[in-house]
């Protein structure tokens, strides 16, 4: 069992930065590729970010790469989401995820997740 709780949200002004983290509880966790959703109102729930539970390999949705970095601490059971020169199309509730499964951007390959994150990108 994995429970997950993210934090660092907020308001920032286009071409800002925010960080945002996922805390984890449970033994396991290192055992977890981890991933980051995000939900706009009016929208489906969509990929961006994944590292893998071992390696570090990273992955991201093409319409935040060179943008976002995903990193974890397995020591502090602790994932990442740092996010540059944002964009107010990036405002969404974002959401952390585990999978036993990676590389995967779907949604149903994700066995837990936090409760979400609010982001809010001003022009």
């Known amino acids: 069992q994995v429970q997950l709780v993210e934090s660092g949200g907020g308001l920032v002004q286009a071409g800002g930065s925010l960080r945002v983290t996922c805390a984890a509880s449970?033994?396991?966790?290192?055992?977890?590729?981890m991933g980051w959703f995000r939900q706009a109102p009016g929208k489906e729930r969509e990929f961006v970010a994944g590292?893998?539970?071992?390696?570090?390999?990273?992955y991201y949705a093409d319409s935040v790469k060179g943008r976002f970095t995903i990193s974890r601490d397995n020591a502090k059971n602790t994932v990442y989401l740092q996010m540059n020169s944002l964009k107010p199309e990036d405002t969404a509730v974002y959401y952390c995820?585990?999978?036993?499964?990676?590389?995967?951007?779907?949604?149903?390959?994700?066995?837990?997740w936090g409760q979400g994150t609010q982001v809010t990108v001003s022009s």
């Open positions: 995820a585990a999978s036993k499964i990676f590389p995967t951007i779907w949604r149903s390959n994700y066995d837990y």
């Open positions: 449970g033994r396991t966790f290192s055992s977890y590729a």
């Open positions: 590292i893998s539970w071992s390696d570090g390999s990273t």
